[in-house]
């Protein structure tokens, strides 16, 4: 019953959210009759790279805080799950259960520090933190060191993750809830107020309210969420390594943000599936029409995303709106 409230609280509140959620649950039947499986690693590659992103689009695009180090919390949930097997800790479960509260309480940990400035300082101090954990685990020899660790797909009870399909469905399962999660929060008294300190932190204090608390809560939950994906990640990947942690993979959380849409529920996932379509067929294009810039292809990939930002005010979901709104002879206030 609960769950038929939440996927009606979804086709109602967030449509396109509810059509990709839908679109990667049936998508497992089509490539199970085009004889295409290698697609169902692709899509679970875009379910965790949006599953972080939505965690980041939390504190980013709804509360306006621009972190530079979430890619930190994806990496302890992955190597939560590592360095739990190294040490005979097999029960899956109990690994997200431990990556969750290691990364709430980084997350509590960063923030109280963090949150108490704002603008460049705010992202500097995300980003330190980043880099002194990624460091961290390069010195880390018992571990890998630099060269990771490889780990085995975790034992959850009474789901085979050997059997690919299951995983691909834990994955999905998981997004499920976090975009419920995120709908509720966000539509909260809650969400209203986060988004009024992005809008005008002064105005909401005058009210009587703390913002450093909302802000605080809100990068918690956001680091908890990272720290999930990175759980799924590694028994996705079986391998777990500190260039997850590097702070260029911050960079593109962030870069699949704007692409889908600041703002947008659904925008961290159609970032992902626009993030994955740029990296995989922009080299073959570029390898078309000029070949020897082939190795070179972030140079153009650059000037585009800053096209996105220029002219695509809201990303791919802000353009799409702006064009339903021309549709139905509206103007768009946003």
């Known amino acids: 019953m609960q769950t038929l409230t939440a996927?009606?609280?979804?086709?109602?509140?967030?449509?396109?959210?509810?059509?990709?959620?839908?679109?990667?649950?049936?998508?497992?039947?089509?490539?199970?009759?085009a004889?295409?499986?290698?697609?169902?690693d692709v899509a679970m590659r875009i379910m965790l790279l949006g599953m972080a992103a939505m965690g980041l689009n939390l504190v980013l695009g709804f509360g306006g805080m621009v972190s530079f180090g979430h890619a930190a919390f994806i990496g302890i949930g992955a190597y939560c799950v590592g360095i739990s097997q190294f040490y005979g800790l097999e029960n899956g479960w109990l690994h997200i259960l431990i990556a969750l509260s290691v990364c709430a309480g980084l997350g509590l940990m960063i923030g109280f520090l963090a949150l108490r400035t704002r603008g460049i300082y705010f992202?500097?101090?995300?980003?330190?933190?980043?880099?002194?954990?990624?460091?961290?685990?390069?010195?880390?020899?018992?571990?890998?060191?630099?060269?990771?660790?490889?780990?085995?797909?975790?034992?959850?009870?009474?789901?085979?993750l050997w059997e690919p399909l299951r995983l691909y469905y834990l994955i999905w399962a998981c997004l499920f809830v976090?975009?419920?999660?995120?709908?509720?929060?966000?539509n909260s008294r809650f969400g209203v107020v986060l988004q009024g300190i992005k809008d005008n932190e002064s105005r909401i204090e005058a009210m009587?309210?703390?913002?450093?608390?909302?802000?605080?809560?809100?990068?918690?939950?956001?680091?908890?969420?990272?720290?999930?994906?990175?759980?799924?990640f590694a028994s996705w990947q079986e391998?777990?390594?500190?260039?997850?942690?590097?702070?260029?993979?911050?960079?593109?959380?962030?870069?699949?943000?704007?692409?889908?849409g600041l703002t947008y529920l659904s925008g961290p996932l159609i970032g992902a599936i626009v993030f994955f379509l740029l990296e995989e067929?922009?080299?073959e294009?570029?390898?078309?029409?000029?070949?020897?810039?082939?190795?070179?292809?972030?140079?153009?990939?650059?000037?585009?995303?800053?096209?996105?930002?220029?002219?695509?005010?809201?990303?791919?979901?802000?353009?799409?709106?702006?064009?339903?709104?021309m549709a139905s002879g509206r103007e768009d206030t946003k």
């Open 239 to 260: 391998y777990v390594s500190p260039d997850i942690m590097h702070w260029s993979r911050s960079g593109e959380l962030m870069i699949v943000v704007v692409l889908g």
């Open 35 to 40: 004889d295409l499986p290698f697609w169902n």
């Open 285 to 325: 294009l570029i390898h078309i029409i000029a070949p020897d810039y082939t190795e070179n292809w972030m140079i153009i990939f650059g000037p585009l995303l800053i096209a996105v930002v220029l002219f695509t005010k809201g990303g791919v979901m802000g353009s799409f709106h702006r064009l339903r709104l």
């Open 7 to 33: 996927i009606t609280a979804l086709m109602t509140r967030s449509p396109s959210l509810f059509l990709l959620l839908a679109g990667f649950g049936l998508f497992p039947i089509y490539t199970s009759l």
């Open 123 to 160: 992202i500097m101090i995300t980003l330190a933190f980043a880099q002194m954990l990624y460091f961290f685990f390069v010195s880390l020899e018992l571990f890998g060191g630099d060269d990771g660790m490889g780990v085995d797909r975790a034992d959850f009870i009474f789901i085979d």
């Open 178 to 186: 976090i975009c419920t999660l995120l709908m509720l929060v966000i």
């Open 208 to 232: 009587g309210l703390a913002p450093f608390r909302y802000k605080m809560t809100a990068y918690v939950i956001s680091a908890a969420i990272c720290g999930l994906a990175g759980v799924l």
């Open 281 to 283: 067929f922009l080299p």
